[in-house]
Every structure is written in C-alpha cells, then in structure tokens.
C-alpha cells in the first residue's frame, strides 16, 4: 500500500461510521468508482516503511505543502522538468497546481504521463518522429515522478515503472544519439542502466561519465532531452540506478556500503567491453545522496579517473536528513535499504560515512555544495576534506540550500551543471589542477583559497 492509500484510510473509516457513502481507494493505474451501501472498510496493512515522525507529522506534512506546494522542502518540479526543458513547462505548471497534500504527488504526475504517452502514439501513428521522440520522453519522467511517494514495490509502483521503462525505450529507439537499455551484473542482482553515446558518435573511442542521481531522482532524468551536457562535450554517459535507488529495489537490490562499493567494479567492466569507449577516461558523477554513492564507488575502483559531486549528503550516519528534515527522506531510505523496522535501521544508518573509505580515493575530486545547506549542514563535507588526500577542490555557493541554484551566487557565478561538466571533461583530457578552495559570493565572483 502506497502512502496515499495510507493517509485516505483515516477518512475512509470515518466515512463508514457517520453512515456516509464510502470511496474505494484509488487502485494502481485505474480510477476508483463511487460505492454505496458497502460494508465498513478493512484499513489495510501498510507493506512499506513506518517511522515514528511519519506517523506524528503527516498531518503536518500535507498542511506545509497546502501552504508552500510539492516544492515544499526540495525544488523537485525544477529538477524533475529540467531533463526536458521548456517542452514540460506547462505539465510541471498543471502537477503543481493540482498537488496540494503529499497523497496527490503520484495521480499528478499520471495524468500528465499519461496525456504524454498518448501524444506520443499518435505522433509515432502519423510518422511524426520528432514529436513522438519528445513526448515519449517526457512521458517516461512523469511515469517515474509518480513513482517517488511510493516506498514499496507494490503493483502500483511495479505498474508505473514498467510504463516509464516502455516509453524511454520508445524514446530510445528514435533518440537523436545512440542509447541503449544495460543491465549490469552485481552478485546475484543486477544494476539498471543506460547507455548514452554523445552526439555523432561514429568512430574512435570516447570518454564516459557514470552519472549518480540523488535519492528521488532516477537514471532515466540523468541525461537531457536535448544538449545534454556530457554528451555535447564528446562524454558518454552510463546513466545507472545504482544499489537502492529507483528501480533498483523492484528488481531487489538494495543499498549497503558493501553493494556501493562493487558498484564502480561493475560499472568499469562494462564500459571497459564497449568498443566505443576509452576506459582508460572514466569519471563519476552524483547529486544530492548521489554524493556519497558516487564517493564510495569511486574510493574502490582505481579505473574512475575524476569525481564531481554536488549537493551533498556526507553527514557520517545522516541524522540531520533523517531525523530534522522532511520524514519522506526516512521512509524512502529505509525502502531503499530493505528495512521496515526502524529502530533496525537507525542502527544500520550508522554505516552510511565515508569514513575508513575516503582516504583510499586518490582520483581529482571536485564538491559543488550550498553555504546553508539544511540536509547535510557543510562542516560535514568540510571534515571529509580535511581527511581527503586527493587533489580536490571544493566549491561553496553563498546563500544557497542543499540544491545547489535558485540564488545569486550561482545565476551571477559559474553555472553549477556548466563547471562540473568543464572540470569533468578537463580531467578525463588529463589537464593537471591545483588543489583549491572557491567560495562564489552574492555577485558571482570566485574567491579562490589553498587548503592548508
């Protein structure tokens, strides 16, 4: 049971017992019908993650989102829209009217995927290739979008996702670059993935990105609809869900250290059998939780020549994002983990430090953080590289949160997606760096320090 059947359950039995007509809950992908003269309901057994904050402030939750909207607490609808420019403006503008408590979020983003996923047959229908190729696109992120409230691998959550996985592999099929569907080996599981080519990639071997996304983010928003960063600097792009994250867990893999670890392993034996590709110029790159995935992966694999994370999430044992921040980071955590209990979790949260694995990183290294970042405060990213010995650099945003953007030091400063890319294709061109430290104030401007 996803969480928006968990919080209509309350008004459901009130419904019953006042003698009022009683709505089913809404089923997986269908539209409830209207019942009356029906039994009390059963309130059903939530199969997901249950925490104590969750139970307490739900309440509270929906009332903060009536008030600020689904970009209550993280800029989502920037993120989530920004793979498909301004193609979905007018989609994110109708998902963020319509959501205004937490149970809305996934029949927001349906209704959207699936007016898109319509589009799109009937464009392909009349041979109209463009047109389908950007509607079953952006399709395939609405579908993903509807799957972030959900912390379970129900029939809902399996049902979106096998409808976002048939419209990006329309997408792929008619993309205006080389993409393919991978399937990485881990142990007895297997990593999602694909594969991205850069632009008029024809011949010779080309550089590669492993690219990370964030706790609710997914591989298939990792690479852009159009001008895509990597792949218009000559950069593939192995865009993964890594151990935990999205579709991972659907297909039982779940996050550990351990399994973060191999991760590198598995992503560098495959770009290392790809023709197309110089494995001897591989980088990593992840946002937001992304960070610390990418951190680990790296530390273990020698062949991943360079690091760019941002937004960071490097508090050892992660209390701030789990116990001060909104209760949805816990909950979706502890189903990426495969946890239900949550006094056994806080236990294994524990695990989650990059200490005892930074110092076996020895790759460039590059950290794009928020001054007043509220999920993972910044002393914590300034103690891992304190005890980084890597050549690194670490790049502070005045004013900004845990999203790096949306204030004045990164709309007057460097492009945080723009210098990350710049650092990244200079690294895998072999260009040396100097160890530094940028702090961007309120105009832009870059004031360069040395690590003492």
């Known amino acids: 049971m996803d969480r928006r059947d968990f919080l209509q359950s309350a008004s459901l039995a009130a419904a019953a017992v006042t003698g009022g007509a009683a709505v089913a809950a809404e089923k997986p992908i269908q539209f409830a019908q209207a019942q009356t003269n029906v039994a009390p309901p059963v309130v059903p057994t939530h199969g997901g993650p249950m925490t104590r904050r969750w139970t307490e402030q739900r309440w509270q939750l929906d009332n903060i989102i009536q008030a600020n909207g689904m970009d209550w607490d993280q800029p989502r609808s920037v993120y989530l829209s920004a793979p498909s420019g301004a193609l979905a403006n007018a989609d994110f503008a109708a998902v963020r009217a319509r959501i205004k408590k937490y149970a809305d979020a996934a029949p927001a983003f349906e209704q959207q995927a699936r007016r898109r996923e319509a589009a799109a047959k009937e464009a392909e229908a009349a041979g109209n290739v463009v047109t389908a190729r950007e509607n079953y696109f952006i399709a395939a992120l609405h579908w993903g979008a509807a799957q972030w409230p959900i912390d379970e691998a129900d029939e809902q959550n399996l049902g979106y ?3 976002k996985r048939e419209c990006y592999s329309k997408y792929a099929a008619i993309a205006d670059h080389k993409v393919e569907e991978v399937w990485l080996p881990l142990g007895d ?21 492993i ?7 997914m591989k298939e928003g990792g690479v852009a609809l159009y001008g895509d960063r990597f792949l218009s600097r000559g950069i593939a792009v192995l865009a993964i869900d890594g151990p935990g994250q999205y579709e991972a867990p659907l297909v039982g893999l779940y996050f550990s250290v ?65 116990e ?43 950290c794009l ?9 910044l002393r914590y990213t300034e103690a891992m590289f304190r005890q980084l010995k890597a050549p690194k650099q670490l790049v502070v ?41 940028w702090f961007v104030d309120g105009t832009g401007r870059v004031n360069r320090s040395q690590f003492a």
């Open 161 to 163: 996702n096998k409808r």
């Open 397 to 437: 945003y005045a004013d900004s949160r845990h999203s790096v953007g949306g204030v004045s030091s990164a709309n007057l400063g460097p492009s945080p997606a723009g210098l990350v890319a710049d650092w990244m294709a200079a690294r895998l061109a072999g260009k040396p760096m100097t160890s530094e430290k």
């Open 211 to 217: 690219s990370v996304p964030g706790m609710d983010s």
């Open 258 to 322: 351990e399994n973060w670890k191999q991760t590198g392993k598995a992503c560098c034996d495959y770009l290392a059998s790809r023709s197309e590709i110089d494995s001897t110029r591989i980088g990593i790159t992840g946002n937001s939780f992304g960070s610390f995935f990418s951190t680990i992966a790296s530390a273990y694999e020698p062949r991943i020549k360079a690091t760019a994370v941002s937004a960071t999430c490097l508090e050892p044992g992660c209390h701030t994002i789990f």
């Open 189 to 209: 599981k297997k990593i999602p993935a694909w594969l991205h080519l850069p632009y008029g990639a024809s011949s010779g071997k080309v550089p590669a990105v």
């Open 369 to 377: 953080a928020g001054e007043f970042d509220e999920l993972c405060p």
């Open 324 to 366: 001060e921040a909104s209760p949805t980071f816990k909950m979706r955590f502890m189903f990426m983990s495969n946890i239900l209990d949550e006094k056994a979790f806080d236990e294994f949260r524990k695990t989650i430090t990059w200490e005892g694995h930074v110092d076996k990183l020895a790759a460039p290294y590059l």
